[in-house]
């Protein structure tokens, strides 16, 4: 949903004169089952199925994010064809947040991307309703249910995998720990339905989505072949052992058994981190650089896909490890065979100071699978650290190097490809 800069500028305006005058009191910092936009937020992944916050009545919040990298990147390929790179800053991106509580337990949220990569207008990214407790319906229903049970409905991101948590949302970069995402970003949204049961540390999520990014009532999206729902799953243990210790183990399914487009790996409409590598322009994320999208299923080429994710987690006081093994597998509607793409990736920090406002790390990410062309490999390495000004301030240091191989890219500016350098990320999120 697109909106003119100056009309958006016009309506946050009248919105602020006239929330200010009608709910002065009722603005807030903290709401119920709410993961914190600041450093609070490190590893909440899901929002937290508990509360200290009682209802008091609507209480709106109003946040954002700010975000600039300087780059200082260089790239090339067997063919010295590739265009030169100078270290300079890169556009600034920014999101508004609101978030409004309507009732006990029921939660509203809304991301619009101010600006962006992709975009130089104001876009809503999407948003969500999420319930806790049924006392919108009758006070204490089923409240016993409810203490283990969550429903979230939205035009919104699919939890599929815990990459989802960790990653850069445009100007949100605050819970990812380096700049870039992972070479195969799993990030999409859409209309869609999730049901949460939570017990002792056990996490079981099922979904079900539209499976369209870009939302039709036309009956076909494309060439005559009708988009079906996809329906997706997460399983997990979730458990701070004691003080020291927090494990995690999460594993999520995502089956798309027909659809016209699918977006799992290029859902991204902010635009990816490592400006211009390798095809100068790429703004969009998740095609070939710095992302990669396995292709089963993108307009004039419908498709289906089943796509695996398992991510362990453990820290240990300031020691904090993430793992990444992922399967996608599929096939276009018009191609006879199955090809599959695999993704392994590790990340181990090491936290410290008063409030763990300091980390250093690294992280490696492994893409390999065989394309229409041949067998393709990415494999990315970043190794930085970062610093907590404040709880709402950050700034990042990393060295970044990508390397592109495999006969699949024979004949392409991919073809010994790679990319490498420094870059310096500024990060404000409230």
């Not at 720990?177 to 079981?204: C, H, K, Q, R, W």
């Not at 991510?311 to 599959?340: C, H, M, W």
């Amino acid at each position: 949903m697109k909106l003119p800069i100056k009309h958006f500028t016009l309506i946050l305006i009248a919105f602020s004169i006239s929330a200010g005058s009608a709910f002065a009191q009722q603005f807030t910092r903290d709401l119920q089952y709410f993961r914190y936009s600041d450093q609070r937020g490190l590893n909440q992944f899901e929002a937290p199925f508990e509360t200290d916050f009682k209802f008091d009545g609507l209480k709106i919040r109003i946040g954002g994010a700010n975000t600039i990298q300087f780059q200082g990147l260089r790239n090339d390929n067997a063919a010295g064809s590739l265009t030169d790179l100078e270290s300079n800053f890169n556009l600034a991106t920014s999101n508004l947040d609101l978030d409004a509580v309507l009732a006990n337990g029921v939660r509203m949220h809304l991301r619009t991307y101010l600006s962006s990569q992709n975009h130089n207008e104001a876009y809503v990214k999407g948003g969500y309703l999420q319930i806790d407790r049924l006392d919108f319906i009758q006070e204490g229903l089923f409240d016993g249910m409810m203490d283990k049970v969550r429903f979230k409905v939205g035009h919104m991101e699919l939890n599929y995998g815990d990459n989802h948590f960790r990653r850069t949302d445009n100007a949100q970069a605050i819970y990812n720990p380096f700049v870039g995402n992972y070479i195969m970003d799993s990030f999409t949204t859409e209309v869609a339905g999730e049901v949460y049961y939570f017990n002792e540390g056990l996490l079981a999520m099922v979904g079900i989505s539209n499976g369209k990014l870009n939302q039709s009532v036309t009956d076909a999206d494309g060439n005559g072949f009708k988009t079906k729902p996809s329906v997706y799953g997460k399983l997990g243990y979730d458990k701070q052992v004691n003080e020291d210790l927090r494990v995690r183990l999460t594993g999520s399914i995502l089956n798309i058994t027909q659809s016209a487009s699918i977006y799992l790996y290029s859902g991204d409409r902010a635009g990816s981190r490592y400006y211009d590598v390798i095809t100068p322009g790429n703004f969009r994320a998740g095609r070939f650089s710095p992302s990669f999208t396995p292709g089963f299923g993108q307009p004039a080429a419908p498709g289906e896909m089943t796509a695996l994710m398992i991510n362990p987690f453990i820290k240990f006081q300031g020691l904090e490890f993430y793992g990444v093994f992922e399967n996608t597998s599929g096939k276009l509607k018009s191609a006879p065979d199955r090809r599959t793409f695999n993704q392994y990736g590790a990340e181990l920090l090491y936290r410290f100071g008063t409030n763990e406002d300091i980390y250093i790390g690294g992280r490696y990410n492994l893409v390999d699978g065989k394309t229409t062309n041949g067998d393709i490999e990415i494999d990315r390495f970043n190794i930085g650290g970062g610093w907590f000004l404040t709880k709402n301030v950050l700034a990042k240091l990393e060295y970044v190097t990508q390397n592109y191989s495999g006969d699949g890219y024979a004949g392409s500016p991919y073809e010994g490809a790679e990319f490498n350098g420094v870059m310096i990320e500024a990060v404000i999120s409230f």
